[in-house]
């Protein structure tokens, strides 16, 4: 009987460790699951020791103001390593405190084998880190098909699996219930946690009450709760958790930066991305200094596979109501752009495949277990 842990620290985190747990008890129905995550992990048989809504905190002045709640995740998170001495301990992104976690296995467990499902984003930014996660893990299964040559670059393995999220919206279409018309709406995504939402979803949805023709879809993020989302609402202006359909049926998008840019664009609605910077009057620089902070040229999934500016990217200084409004009127009015957007969504699609990935990487971690 092989015992696993994860540890997932966000919503999409949760969804893809989930679809991993049910692949890998699939393939070995002797299998026991724990670790830290979200109720997808706890639905698909995993035992939690912390859910992440107590985990995840972005901006600077919030980690400081969670350290003390932060330092007690550690201790949890350690405590159930050694109380439960897993076979493999699988980690899916969220950097700074899984590698922290990796550091720790290696030290306490030395038998545990340790597999980085979905790696943090190196060739983004930190590209120094791809050495940590590579000599600290028995195993690298990447989600993005230019990863394993670039970990290659540097003398290391990652094995390409599939992308998840294509995967699961290419499943999600299939269902009859999505074959729907578009309709007069926009789609706002203003993001999983809570601080992006405060600081995001004001301003996206200053922007889209100027186009009085559509109706404003709010999608509501995994573990927030609706009463959240209720002060930024006027009459009118809808709540939804189907985000799939809503962003299906809607004629154009605003979306917060993260992989709901990618799940919008294989369900095809035309969008604009958008990204909140605490102090962004201090970063008119961002742009100019871009090439020397990061090694991508742009922020989002989208415009980083299809290795231009597909969709617009506003943000910093950039994201403002005027700015947003300026590319919506463009998403609704300007045919052949929306058109030449939807050519490069099917273009970045067949580049991520449709190979199964949480099946895939479940074959390869019994594979990692079966050689000890």
Not at 101 to 113: E, G, Q, S, V, Y
Request: aromatic share 10%.
């Amino acid at each position: 009987m092989a015992k696993y842990f994860l540890i997932a620290g966000e919503a999409s985190g949760d969804r893809h460790a989930a679809a991993l747990i049910r692949a890998l008890h699939a393939q070995d129905p002797s299998a026991e699951f724990s670790g830290l995550g979200g109720d997808q992990m706890a639905a698909a048989g995993c035992r939690l020791y912390r859910h992440y809504r107590e985990m995840a905190f972005m901006a600077f002045v919030e980690v400081l103001r969670n350290l003390g709640r932060i330092r007690r995740n550690f201790q949890i998170a350690r405590q159930a390593l050694l109380d439960e001495q897993p076979e493999v301990l699988i980690l899916i992104d969220y950097p700074t405190f899984n590698l922290k976690m990796a550091a720790f296995c290696r030290r306490h467990l030395p038998h545990t084998r340790i597999v980085y499902y979905i790696p943090p984003k190196v060739w983004a930014w930190k590209r120094w880190r791809v050495h940590r996660i590579a000599r600290l893990s028995d195993l690298v299964l990447g989600i993005f098909p230019f990863e394993p040559a670039f970990y290659q670059r540097y003398g290391y393995r990652c094995e390409y699996v599939g992308n998840p999220t294509a995967e699961q919206v290419t499943e999600v279409i299939k269902n009859e219930k999505l074959k729907i018309k578009k309709s007069s709406s926009i789609a706002i995504l203003p993001g999983s946690r809570a601080s992006e939402i405060r600081h995001c979803l004001p301003v996206m949805l200053e922007a889209a009450r100027r186009f009085t023709d559509y109706r404003i879809l709010v999608t509501a993020a995994p573990g927030i709760e609706d009463a959240y989302y209720t002060p930024y609402l006027r009459e009118g202006e809808t709540l939804r958790r189907d985000t799939y359909t809503v962003v299906r049926e809607a004629r154009a998008a605003i979306v917060n930066s993260g992989t709901a840019t990618l799940e919008t664009a294989l369900l095809g609605c035309p969008q604009t991305a958008v990204y909140y910077l605490a102090a962004s009057r201090l970063l008119r620089w961002i742009r100019w200094a871009q090439p020397l902070v990061f090694q991508i040229r742009y922020f989002t999934l989208v415009n980083i596979l299809s290795g231009r500016e597909t969709i617009r990217e506003l943000v910093a200084n950039d994201f403002t109501a005027d700015k947003i409004a300026a590319e919506l009127e463009r998403l609704l009015t300007d045919e052949a752009y929306t058109k030449n957007m939807l050519a490069e969504y099917e273009h970045i699609h067949s580049l991520l495949g449709s190979q199964p990935s949480a099946e895939t990487a479940a074959k390869q971690i019994l594979a990692l277990t079966s050689l000890r």
